[in-house]
C-alpha cells in the first residue's frame, strides 16, 4: 500500500510540474503553442500541377519531388512553421487533379505570399526526337513538339552555380554549372553515351534556352548552360534553381487570407468551451460517482496536462478543428472511468470489499475499454490518413486524446484509488463508492 501511495504522490508532483512548466511557458511566451493558419492568421494558396508530360508510374514521385523542392524554398524566407502538402482533387467531380496545398501562417499579405514561392523555374532536359529538325523562327509550343518528354528534370538538380568560362583572348562569358544529384548524374551519364550526335534541348519555363549536340558522354553528373546571359541573370539563374527548379509546372487556382482577429477570437473561444467542459465533466464525476468522481477529475486533469506537453513536444500544429477534437476527448477521457466504476460498484454490491472490488472492477471493465479505444483509433487513423489538412488536425488530436485517456484511466484512476488504503465494507465505504441515488 505504501507503494501505491509512494506512486501516487510521484504522478502528482510530476503532473503539477508538467502543468506549471506549460503554464509559465504560456504567460512568458517562451515556449507557445503551435497554431495553425486558422488560429495565427496567414495566407492559404493551392497550385494545380500539370503531369501532362509525366509518366503514371511517375506521377506520385514528382508530386513528392514538388513538395519537398517547395518547402525548401519556403523555408528560405524565414516562415515560420510553414505547411506544404499534396492533395488529389475532384475525384467525385470529373477528371482528378493533383493539388499543392501551401499554408503560410503570419503572412497576410497574398501577393508577398506568392512572391514566396516565386515563379521558380521548372527545368527540363530533353532529346531532339528522330529524324527532326529545330525549327527556325518557330513559336515556343512549335520548338517544344520537336523534342521528346524530358530525361532530367528540376527533381534531378542538387545545386547550380555562377560561374565564368572563355579562352586565351577571349571574353570570359557567365555560365551556370549545374550539380545533378546520384539518380540524376546516372540517366545525364546515359543519355550522353547513348545519345552522341545527337540534340538535346535544355528548358526553363517552357522556353528553349539552349539547344547543344552531345559530342561524347559526360559523366560525373554536371552540366553547363550557356546562353548569352548577362552575369545578372545568369546570377539570377543559378539563385532560383538552388531554390528550387520544380520538376512539374505549377498553376496557381485559389487564395484564402486569414485575418489574425479571427484566430484569437477562435482561440479564447475554444479555451472558455474547454474550461466549461472540464468544469461540467468534473462536476458530474463528482456528484454522481462521489469519491472515484473525484479521483477521475485528478486524473482528468493529468490528462489535459499530459495532452498539451505531447502537443509540444510532437508538436502540434493547432486548428480550430484541433481545439473541437480536444474538447471533444475531454468529455471521452472519463467514458472508461464510468465503466470501471461501473463495475466496482455491482462487486461492492456483491460483498466484496473496497480494494477487491477496485481491483475486480479494473480487471473487468478492462476488455471494453480495450475495444472502445481500439475503434476510436481506427476511426482516427483513417481520418487522418485519408482526410485534407483541416481533417488531419482534427484526427491527430482525437487519436492523441484516446491514447492518452486510456492511460490516465487505466493507470491513473487505479493507483490513486488504490493509494487510498480502504479495505472496508461498511456502509459508508459503499457510499463514497456508490453511484448516483444507489449505494
Do not use: C
Amino acid at each position: 500500500m505504501a507503494n501505491k501511495r509512494f506512486l501516487a504522490f510521484i504522478i502528482f508532483i510530476l503532473g503539477a510540474a508538467l502543468g506549471w512548466y506549460i503554464f509559465n511557458g504560456q504567460m512568458a511566451g517562451s515556449h507557445p503553442f503551435k497554431l495553425g493558419l486558422d488560429l495565427s492568421g496567414g495566407t492559404q494558396l493551392v497550385y494545380r500541377a500539370d503531369l501532362s508530360a509525366i509518366p503514371d508510374a511517375d506521377a506520385s514521385d514528382s508530386m513528392e519531388a514538388l513538395r519537398d523542392t517547395i518547402e525548401r524554398r519556403v523555408n528560405l524566407f524565414g516562415v515560420a512553421e510553414p505547411i506544404v502538402q499534396t492533395q488529389k482533387a475532384g475525384a467525385f467531380a470529373g477528371e482528378p487533379e493533383e493539388r499543392l496545398l501551401i499554408e503560410l501562417p503570419g503572412v497576410t499579405d497574398t501577393q508577398r505570399a506568392i512572391a514566396l514561392i516565386g515563379e521558380t523555374p521548372v527545368l527540363e532536359f530533353r532529346m531532339l526526337k528522330e529524324d527532326a529538325e529545330i525549327p527556325e523562327n518557330a513559336s515556343t509550343s512549335t520548338i517544344a513538339a520537336a523534342f521528346e518528354d524530358a530525361s532530367i528534370t528540376g527533381k534531378h538538380l542538387e545545386s547550380a552555380q555562377l560561374q565564368f568560362q572563355g579562352g586565351p583572348g577571349m571574353a570570359n562569358e557567365p555560365v551556370v554549372v549545374l550539380n545533378f544529384n546520384t539518380e540524376g548524374a546516372e540517366i545525364f551519364e546515359r543519355m550522353t553515351r547513348e545519345n552522341v550526335g545527337r540534340y538535346f534541348g535544355i528548358f526553363l519555363d517552357g522556353q528553349p534556352i539552349s539547344v547543344p549536340v552531345i559530342r561524347e558522354a559526360i559523366p560525373g553528373g554536371t552540366a553547363v548552360i550557356s546562353g548569352g546571359f548577362a552575369p545578372d541573370e545568369a546570377k539570377g539563374l543559378a539563385r532560383n534553381l538552388n531554390y528550387g527548379a520544380l520538376p512539374v509546372p505549377i498553376e496557381l487556382i485559389s487564395t484564402q487570407t486569414v485575418a489574425g482577429t479571427l484566430g484569437e477570437e477562435a482561440v479564447r473561444d475554444g479555451i472558455f468551451a474547454g474550461l466549461v467542459g472540464v468544469g461540467a465533466v468534473a462536476l458530474f464525476m463528482l456528484l454522481w460517482y462521489r469519491l472515484p468522481g473525484l479521483i477521475a477529475s485528478l486524473a482528468l486533469l493529468v490528462y489535459i496536462i499530459v495532452t498539451l506537453a505531447l502537443f509540444q513536444v510532437i508538436p502540434v500544429t493547432l486548428t480550430a478543428a484541433g481545439i473541437a477534437a480536444f474538447i471533444l476527448s475531454i468529455g471521452m477521457a472519463v467514458d472508461a472511468n464510468v465503466l470501471i466504476f461501473e463495475r466496482m460498484r455491482e462487486e461492492l454490491a456483491s460483498g466484496k470489499s473496497t480494494h477487491d472490488a477496485i481491483q475486480e472492477g479494473f480487471a473487468r471493465a478492462w476488455l471494453s475499454i480495450r475495444d472502445s479505444n481500439i475503434s476510436s483509433m481506427i476511426t482516427a487513423v483513417i481520418l487522418f490518413w485519408f482526410g485534407t489538412s483541416l481533417i488531419k488536425g482534427f484526427a491527430l488530436v482525437f487519436g492523441l486524446g484516446v491514447l492518452v485517456s486510456m492511460l490516465t484511466a487505466i493507470s491513473v484512476s487505479r493507483t490513486f484509488l488504490l493509494a487510498l488504503g480502504m479495505n472496508a465494507k461498511g456502509s459508508f465505504s459503499k457510499f463514497l463508492f456508490g453511484s448516483g441515488t444507489r449505494v
